[in-house]
């Protein structure tokens, strides 16, 4: 699909990128995915993939995206070995049930935990079960359904958006933290955050919360590949390399939560860096000619949680 013989040139191989190429496709477009690095090595691969909503603005429009996205993630769940999609039941702790949104109406099983449901310096928690994904599973599972519905998926960098704009009309930017750089948009800055894997020691439930004297969120979210411990925040920073002191403390507070991680084997140590933005764009505006740009990044620490539901309002953007 080069040479003006497609009708959109999704930027970004990302959960955002790669879930609007799939709407698209599927909708009966023509579709190119263009990538700078290979869909196992983008942030995305690296992300705990709990879905609920965290570091994400504009609320009001967060509510339908996850919605929408729900109920595509609950689908998928019914084939969890093909698409790295299961439903798990976990603790969401020192979260209130009031002012969630109407979004709750559609995660199962939510309820107040009662107190003897709650680990030891935990007052409050909501028990939920919600989609939690193997990402690299997932990306390779969406890259497939890409391909199933015609798209394709070449490995090619974007310095100019007159690059895609050369091939097709409509050009989607999915490119997360690449968008400050790219549009350029200087508010969308990284937002590090760092996991660490261990061996399951018989964990089948997640946990998320702050814990007492602890500044960073603490989540357990059993894979199968492993238990992903969590995590960090660390605002513009960079740094791609792991910390051990960092790991070290991730490991002993989630240890607090569940005392048998404490002898865990370490088996890897992961970094990625968030796309952070005060608010998530989500917009069209003109290239020269009839060209159309459609913006779809920011997504911060909620790439995953919100993908479908943006992908389907980037997807109308890029018809209409």
Not at 46 to 63: D, H
Not at 201 to 217: D, K, Q
Not at 234 to 248: C, I, M, N, V, Y
Request: glycine share 12%; with cysteine; hydrophobic share 40%.
């Amino acid at each position: 699909m080069s040479g003006g013989t497609c009708d959109v040139v999704v930027v970004g191989g990302g959960v955002i990128g790669l879930t609007t190429a799939v709407v698209l496709a599927e909708g009966g477009r023509r579709v190119v995915l263009w990538t700078r690095d290979p869909v196992a090595r983008t942030t995305s691969a690296v992300a705990g993939a709990l879905v609920w909503p965290y570091r994400i603005e504009p609320a009001r429009q967060v509510g339908p995206w996850l919605e929408l996205s729900l109920e595509r993630y609950e689908a998928l769940a019914r084939d969890a070995e093909r698409t790295g999609v299961r439903s798990v039941p976990g603790l969401m702790a020192h979260t209130p049930l009031d002012g969630l949104g109407s979004w709750t109406s559609r995660v199962r099983g939510l309820r107040e935990a009662r107190p003897d449901e709650l680990p030891e310096g935990v007052g409050q928690g909501l028990r939920a079960t919600v989609p939690l994904i193997d990402m690299p599973v997932y990306l390779r599972y969406l890259k497939a359904r890409l391909r199933a519905a015609g798209g394709t998926v070449e490995r090619r960098p974007v310095t100019d958006f007159g690059e895609p704009a050369a091939v097709a009309s409509v050009v989607v930017d999915c490119t997360g933290l690449g968008a400050r750089e790219l549009v350029p948009d200087v508010s969308v800055h990284p937002v590090r955050g760092q996991v660490v894997i261990v061996e399951n020691p018989g964990i089948e439930e997640w946990f998320v919360g702050t814990l007492p004297g602890a500044s960073e969120m603490t989540y357990v979210l059993p894979q199968p590949y492993g238990v992903l411990l969590g995590g960090t925040a660390t605002e513009d920073s960079w740094d791609l390399g792991p910390d051990q002191e960092e790991a070290d403390t991730i490991v002993a507070h989630c240890a607090r939560v569940v005392p048998a991680l404490a002898g865990a084997r370490v088996l890897e140590h992961r970094v990625g860096l968030r796309p952070a933005r005060p608010r998530v764009r989500l917009e069209a505006v003109p290239l020269p000619g009839d060209g159309r740009l459609v913006h779809n990044y920011g997504h911060g620490g909620a790439g995953v949680t919100v993908a479908w539901g943006c992908a389907e309002e980037a997807a109308l953007l890029a018809v209409g």
